[in-house]
């Protein structure tokens, strides 16, 4: 596995990591335990150092799954958790208040069995509590030793800025893919500028780009992707003739429409790190292919032919969760 560092921290981690949400909440029913322990401890046997979770999975299940199934290889490992929302639910509503942040990190620290948190990410912009409040609380938290490096989700340039200035932010973690390519507007500029690293969630678009969704699928009643309007019938219908073009570069390259997703976000900057997550072992060896595919300026450039042709149809979020992102 290849390593990459997260902009200019001095966070060295695996090129892919693994997003662990979906082990416990989002996509349907939590898998069980010793599947998705099995499954974690194939990631760290195959090479995967970098681990994303957060309080609000489960809440608190997976970090608590992880705690227990990667205490054998911690010293190894970098995992991130994020604080932000209350009482650890995301429908709750924000709340990044410092004595709300000191609380999360002793409680993910204990669910985690661990003595340091290696980034802590606020997982969305709270506009109650300025953004210089929630930088000095993590910079405390670092000094302590609790924490190694401060990271933000889904913020904007203002608050990236803000955050920076402050405490040094290792990492921007957003949504960043063939079918979500907004951070190349503004974002991906400024952590260039600032020496930050971008961590893509949903990298493969959630499952559709892997090709393995169609109009037809139909996902269990607690799966988020029932209230995406990108994911509406009609919207997967249009938005195929996207994975269809993916598909064909695939094949060309004796590889899967998954990895050339991942292999084209490798390809923007050194310091992309995207955290594909999966439940099922096979895809966990198909995403980690990816690192090993190159992709040359040809197929560079049929992929951006296909994005400039292609229209994706639906937003990403519903109204509510809109609300949330890019303060």
């Known amino acids: 596995m290849q390593s990459r560092e997260l902009g200019n921290s001095g966070l060295r981690v695996s090129a892919l ?4 949400m979906g082990l416990s909440f989002g996509y349907g029913p939590a898998t069980e335990t010793r599947a998705a322990t099995a499954l974690l401890h194939a990631a760290v046997e195959q090479g ?14 997976n970090e608590e799954l992880l705690g227990q199934a990667l205490a054998p290889y911690r010293d190894q ?13 995301a429908d709750a509503g924000l709340d990044s208040r410092p004595e709300r942040i000191r609380a999360v990190a002793e409680a993910s620290l204990s669910r985690l069995k661990t003595d340091r948190i290696d980034l802590f990410y606020q997982h969305r912009v709270d506009p109650n ?3 210089e409040d929630v930088a000095g609380t993590v910079r405390d938290l670092i000094a302590e030793g609790k924490v190694k490096h401060f990271g933000l989700s889904e913020a904007g340039v203002d608050s990236i800025r803000r955050a920076h200035a402050v405490q040094p932010v290792a990492a921007l973690q957003s949504e960043y893919s063939l079918w979500w390519r907004e951070p190349e507007q503004s974002v991906l500029p400024v952590l260039e500028e600032l020496g930050i690293g971008f961590v893509p969630f949903s990298p493969l678009g959630k499952g559709f780009l892997t090709g393995a969704i169609n109009v037809d699928t139909q996902f269990a009643a607690d799966d988020f992707r029932n209230s995406v309007p990108r994911f509406a019938a ?15 570069i695939a094949t ?4 899967t429409p998954a990895q050339v997703a991942l292999a084209w976000l490798l390809s923007r900057k050194p310091w992309i790190v995207p955290i594909p997550g999966t439940t099922q072992l096979h895809r966990l ?7 090993s595919l190159q992709l040359d300026a040809a197929d560079l450039q049929q992929i951006g032919d296909a994005l400039d042709s292609i229209a994706i149809v639906g937003d990403r979020y519903n ?6 992102v890019a303060r």
Do not use: W
């Open 17 to 20: 990591g693994l997003g662990c």
């Open 48 to 61: 995967v150092t970098f681990f994303d979770t957060a309080e609000v999975y489960g809440p608190f299940r």
């Open 77 to 89: 490992l970098v995992i991130a958790t994020k604080f932000g929302f209350k009482d650890g639910h």
């Open 129 to 131: 509590v300025p953004m």
């Open 234 to 248: 009609d919207a997967r219908q249009a938005n195929q003739v996207l994975v269809d073009r993916i598909s064909a």
């Open 252 to 255: 060309a390259k004796g590889a």
């Open 285 to 291: 060896a198909e995403n980690l292919g990816a690192v």
């Open 319 to 324: 109204a509510a969760r809109q609300k949330l």
